[in-house]
């Protein structure tokens, strides 16, 4: 028996913030008695028999007539399970019509993971081969790099066309809707790879060709490559495999799926330029949740309809909804919107739905008018299920996409040139006047003697919870008004180069200008206590101020009316909590830089009063406060603030809107 470290903390795949810090924690050890599970038990022990009679063809091995012990142990077999069944909640055994798409072990076109009966996903350079491979056989898939990771592997791109497609001018040209499908952005989340793999497989081997004569697909099988390959059994706790799964930070440790707005890492300045060159029409990022335990066993979910993309929305809610769910349904999987429970340890409390900012894709789609789908695979259910879900929804995708693409494509266009006078930058929950009939799991809560405390033990019965309250980010919380552009001094060259690397659009002053504007002088700014993405973040109070100025030659003007205007707004206005000054790119104008002694203030002031003599009276009013009129250096900075030694541009963050 394997020994499994005496806790676990589960931290769910997007857990992130206040709405997510109620996690599950697991406690397990090899020698502590199982939890107890009445029906459940009788789930798992389904289960284990599920998969023994379903990898038959896998182990193929000799058991029969005295094959010798040495040729038996010289075999190798494939496992059935994944090592941490053992901690994890019950196993629902499942079966669905969508089994059929899978080839049998042997074919000789059967991916890796078919070889292996659904446990295994291949390495970074068997995927690799195996598409090649593929791609040898028709015209249809064409192999471009999007570029080299930080340890130096392509990240690779097949560009699925009837025509054969190698380049974006020419994909756009075919004037089909592109969908861009991307796997493993948190590495150990690989199924959109396995999925894309076995269509791809069958759009060039099998009959499924004519999925490309509405669509483009452009599929990324590993995204985050070199995490890919910091490949284990251990690295996903909560998850029923693959065997082997990568790790959820890139190999500098950064979360790529926090990385939209601030683009930090090359991965993600790779993506964000194929964004911009092969202008897909949906994208679609594939991962495993974690959380709680429930029926569904495909969610998905987008930014809601209070977003920066309505018409997008109401496309993905009314027409792909439906359709993709119909079809899942049909395959015989659980289809779901992404989940997320107020409470880990009490279902009552009802779910929350977010609208995420541009850290995350589904909020970078909605800031850039891309309809984006965010797939969030439940991590209980076994790979196999999730996989053959992922295969159908992708399938799908690309029947809905083709026979919609004019109404998609106007529904892009509305919400790239809607200009909408006020953006929210942040929001607040409310419930929705509808509940949610959730399609659960059962469960009790026991005191637990590691803990001290009680703990969640699914039952594995499934367990209707009618009309379940909701809690959605649907009432603006802070907004701004757009303003037509904004100034950046040419000096702030990274923040430029981000805004550049996204695609929006630029111009330059060719020479001196004097305009009107609005600057932001900031104050009480606080810094996080721990670094966070590498990134030392920073909050700051604000105020808009008029001013009229000449900015010098070469300095950035960004107009708001483009399609990236939004975008534009979410990373430089203050108070977004994506912004770039959020994200420490402004960090230096915290930082004052020149003094004043004492010796030498003290004159000063007294000159000041004497030549101000309405400034005696703003001092006294000022004395009346007890603690300013204890604090010498408060009453000497008082002065040097007020005079024309003090730094004007101290905490004035240097972006201008236009007014
Ligand atoms: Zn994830």
Same mark, same amino acid.
């Given at each position: ?34 939890? *107890? ?22 182990? @193929? ?10 040729? +038996?142990?010289?075999?190798?077999? &494939? /496992? ?88 974006? /001018? ?6 089909? #809707? ?50 890919? *390959? ?9 998850? &029923? ?19 939209? /707005? ?16 092969? !202008? #897909? ?29 309505? @018409?997008?929305? &109401?496309?993905?809610? =009314? ?21 997320? @429970? +107020? ?10 739905? $977010? ?20 797939? *969030? ?8 299920? &999730? ?48 509940? $949610? ?130 975008? /534009? ?17 402004? =960090? ?5 830089? *020149? ?20 400034? !005696? ?43």
């Amino acid at each position: 028996m394997r020994l499994f470290s005496p806790s676990v903390i589960a931290i769910a795949c997007l857990s992130a913030g206040s709405l997510f810090t109620a996690q599950l924690a697991v406690a397990a050890n090899a020698e502590v008695p199982q939890p *107890e599970v009445a029906t459940g038990a009788a789930n798992a022990e389904a289960a284990k028999i599920d998969a023994v009679d379903t990898s038959a063809d896998s182990s @193929a091995l000799p058991a029969t007539e005295a094959a010798p012990e040495a040729a +038996v142990t010289a075999t190798p077999t &494939r /496992a059935n399970t994944f090592v941490n069944d053992a901690i994890l909640p019950p196993s629902i055994t499942w079966h669905g019509a969508s089994e059929s798409l899978l080839l049998s072990t042997d074919n000789e076109w059967a991916t890796p993971f078919e070889q292996s009966n659904g446990t295994e996903s291949p390495s970074y350079d068997d995927t690799i081969t195996w598409l090649d491979l593929l791609a040898a056989e028709t015209t249809k898939l064409q192999k471009v790099s999007l570029g080299k990771s930080p340890q130096g592997r392509d990240i690779w791109m097949y560009v699925a066309s009837s025509e054969g497609i190698n380049e974006s /001018a020419r994909l756009k040209q075919n004037t089909k #809707p592109t969908i861009l499908v991307q796997a493993g952005i948190h590495a150990g989340e690989i199924d959109g790879k396995d999925a894309g793999m076995m269509l791809l497989r069958d759009i060039v081997k099998g009959d499924k060709s004519d999925l490309l004569e509405k669509a483009n697909l452009l599929f990324v099988p590993m995204f985050s490559v070199d995490a890919h *390959e910091r490949s284990g059994e251990f690295n996903r706790v909560n998850q &029923r495999g693959p065997v082997n799964m990568g790790w959820r930070t890139n190999a500098n440790n950064l979360n790529l799926n926090r990385d939209y /707005a601030k683009a930090d890492t090359l991965e993600m300045q790779h993506m964000l330029r194929a964004i911009n060159v092969w !202008q #897909p029409d949906l994208y679609i990022d594939v991962h495993v949740t974690d959380g709680i335990d429930y029926q569904y066993d495909i969610t998905f979910g987008y930014n809601l309809a209070q977003g920066l993309s309505p @018409a997008s929305f &109401r496309w993905l809610e =009314n027409s792909y909804r439906p359709a993709v769910e119909a079809a899942l349904s049909a395959q015989g999987h659980i289809p779901g919107p992404l989940i997320f @429970a +107020v409470d880990n340890s009490d279902i009552t409390k009802g779910m929350s739905l $977010w609208n995420p900012s541009p850290r995350f894709s589904n909020g970078y789609g909605d800031a850039r008018h891309l309809p984006t789908i965010l797939i *969030e695979n439940h991590s209980l259910k076994p790979f196999k299920q &999730r996989v053959l879900g992922t295969y159908v929804m992708l399938e799908q995708t690309l029947k809905t996409v083709g026979d919609q693409a004019t109404k998609l494509k106007s529904a892009i266009q509305e919400d790239k040139y809607r200009a909408s006078p006020l953006i929210t930058l942040t929001w607040k929950s409310a419930p929705l006047a509808k509940g $949610w009939d959730f399609k659960g799991i059962d469960y009790k809560l026991e005191q637990s003697s590691i803990s001290g405390t009680e703990v969640v033990r699914w039952t594995g019965e499934p367990k209707l919870y009618p009309n379940l309250p909701v809690l959605a980010e649907t009432v603006p919380d802070i907004k701004v008004t757009r303003p037509s552009a904004y100034y950046i001094p040419a000096q702030w060259t990274q923040v430029i180069d981000r805004l550049n690397l996204h695609g929006i659009r630029m111009t330059r002053l060719s020479k001196p200008t004097e305009l009107k504007l609005q600057q932001y002088s900031l104050s009480n700014p606080v810094f996080n206590t721990k670094a966070f993405e590498g990134r030392l973040t920073v909050k700051a109070d604000s105020t808009l101020a008029k001013l009229t100025t000449t900015l010098p030659a070469g300095t950035v003007k960004i107009s708001t009316d483009q399609p990236l205007g939004d975008l /534009a707004i979410l990373l430089l206005e203050p108070q977004s909590p994506d912004s770039l000054l959020q994200w420490g790119f402004f =960090n230096p104008i915290f930082t004052r830089t *020149e003094y004043i002694e004492d010796y030498a203030v003290e004159p000063l002031a007294a000159k000041m009063l004497k030549e101000e003599p309405k400034l !005696q009276a703003e001092f006294n009013k000022a004395l009346e406060n007890p603690e300013f009129a204890a604090d010498p250096e408060a009453r000497l900075r008082w002065f040097y603030e007020r005079s024309p030694y003090y730094d004007n541009q101290y905490l004035k963050y240097p972006v201008y809107r236009s007014r």
